[in-house]
């Protein structure tokens, strides 16, 4: 990396930082951190970098196998303008339109826009009677956004203290009493807007019927932010900012699993790997799901604070199965969403009794609607999610057939005699592949009102030198939040130096 303006001191005053992990939080924080002059090395225990951000070819299909969802666009130009670039030289998202596709079991369809005026016009066809509270419903949501986004998102990890930061005329439009579905039922009456408006909770692997109102921001996030598609894939970002890591020097070790931090008096002074080799380093920033960390990779016993952690409920799996199908579906969009019978059924099955929902939500992405080239000619590619509770409960994945209970829901579209490859991810496969403790895609439950505050921080408490980043910690789980997260793991370590 070349010093900048010509100046020699830049890099004799770096430090050697390591990253644990090259998930999206840790390739963010490798980013901040190498444009700050600090000598930056990630170590990946998988062949690729991404985390569970990753891609599957085969047989003339592509699928993106994580995230498929991506919103907040300047959250993505922030990173990349920190670093001196241009989002655009990287990336080319587009608008994805409609957002999302909604069937129901009444053989009713709804779009949802990025345009208000187009998304009106579809619920006056639909629920003529919730026009006026679904938009406000969206003001709703938005003033929630306003007034928790510069303290509680954008920020570093929320403490009690930050409610100072609130004034008390807003502190009760953060709406942290109720339940999302409770408010929401205050703004609409139609079962099926009902149902579409708690699927956000979801987005933080929770129940909308536990999790708190707060989170209602979700849906501002989408349904004003837009969504957006990287050409290429979802896969397309993972590989923009390992390309503008190494711009800045970053050094990338793939295949490289990591076996323990190391940790004397109190403070991080390298990482054992694998293999037995010893890797000094002023600081370490791990991108691996917290709970694992404090149960696998720190040696000495963890502190109460962590011990309170693993106790935690966690969020919830996902159940995936990559499709090839034969045949195209132009009633299908980019984004569907297929609704249960009984919503409040599905996440009481999750969450109280461990087991996958007897009648799932299913999700369908098809990427070849905006990359044609995701499937052959007169094929489609799906990438169908379905919610699953985490590992640690009766439910045994290797001796049941869920497969056969997902393609019931979408049956009438005859698409398991045109299934022409497959593969099946499930929440085991997870936890193995990402270190996602218990397979949970979003580290500890959103389903309590002081969410905010139990999730883990990006500062290891009571270990010097030790910083977080990634879906298990602030600000949460999504792709952009995970950005979010590398931003304030760095920003933290650079405070913390010398």
């Given amino acids: 990396m070349a010093a900048p303006d010509g100046k020699d001191e830049f890099l004799s005053k770096a430090h050697e930082i390591l990253i644990v992990g090259a998930g999206i939080g840790g390739l963010s924080a490798a ?16 062949a690729t970098v991404g985390g569970k951000m990753n891609e599957i070819a085969a047989d003339g299909f ?6 498929s969802v991506i919103t907040m666009r300047h959250v993505f130009e922030d990173l990349f303008a920190a670093a001196g670039r241009r989002l655009e030289d990287y990336l080319n998202l587009v608008p994805v339109d409609p957002l999302t596709r909604y069937f129901y079991l009444d053989g009713r369809i709804l779009d949802i826009h990025p345009q208000l ?3 009106l016009q579809a619920i006056q066809q639909f629920a003529p009677e919730d026009m006026e509270g679904y938009e406000k419903f969206l003001a709703y949501a938005a003033q929630i956004h306003r007034i928790t986004g510069p303290v509680f998102i954008y920020n570093q990890p929320p403490t009690w203290r930050s409610f100072l930061k609130v004034s008390p005329f807003d502190a009760l439009k953060i709406d942290g009493l109720r339940t999302m579905q409770n408010a929401i039922d205050g703004f609409v009456k139609s079962p099926q807007l009902r149902q579409l408006l708690g699927r956000f909770a979801t987005y933080t692997g929770a129940s909308p019927y536990r999790a708190p109102a707060t989170l209602n921001v979700i849906a501002d996030v989408e349904l004003a932010g837009g969504v957006w598609y990287p050409r290429g894939g979802i896969y397309a970002i993972a590989k923009a900012l390992r390309a503008l890591a190494e711009e800045l020097g970053v050094t990338i070790c793939e295949n490289t699993p990591v076996h323990h931090i190391e940790v004397q008096d109190g403070k991080v002074n390298g990482v054992l790997l694998a293999k037995g080799d010893f890797l000094p380093a002023e600081a370490v920033i791990s991108n691996v799901d917290v709970g694992t960390v404090y149960e696998k990779m720190l040696p000495s016993v963890p502190p109460k604070r962590a011990r309170d952690l693993l106790k935690m409920e966690s969020s919830c799996s996902g159940f995936i199965m990559l499709l090839g199908i034969k045949g195209t579906h132009p009633q299908l969009a980019h984004h569907n969403i297929f609704f249960s019978r009984d919503y409040p059924r599905e996440f009481d099955e999750i ?10 939500t299913v999700y369908v992405a098809i990427t070849c609607k905006t990359d044609p080239q995701d499937a052959p000619s007169d094929h489609e590619n799906w990438f169908v999610l379905v919610n699953a509770p985490p590992l640690g409960k009766a439910y045994d994945w290797k001796q049941q057939n869920y497969r056969e209970v997902v393609l019931g829901q979408l049956a009438k579209f ?5 299934i022409v490859t497959e593969k099946i991810i499930t929440p085991p496969d997870l936890e193995q592949m990402s270190g996602a403790r218990r397979g949970a895609l979003y580290g500890t439950s959103s389903n309590n009102r002081w969410a905010a505050f139990l999730r883990p921080p990006n500062r290891a408490a009571g270990i010097q030198g030790l910083y977080f980043a990634g879906g ?4 949460g789980g999504g792709v952009p939040m995970v950005t979010l997260s590398g931003k304030v793991a760095a920003t933290m370590c650079l405070e913390d130096l010398p």
Wanted: hydrophobic share 25%; no cysteine; glycine share 6%.
């Fill in 472 to 475: 298990t910690t602030h600000p």
């Fill in 31 to 46: 980013i901040h951190l190498a444009a700050n002059g600090q000598r930056v090395k990630i170590l990946e225990k998988n």
């Fill in 117 to 119: 005026e187009n998304t």
């Fill in 351 to 360: 969450f109280r009794l461990g087991v996958p929902p007897s009648e799932p």
């Fill in 414 to 418: 005859s698409v398991q005699p045109n």
């Fill in 62 to 67: 592509r699928w993106d196998t994580g995230p």
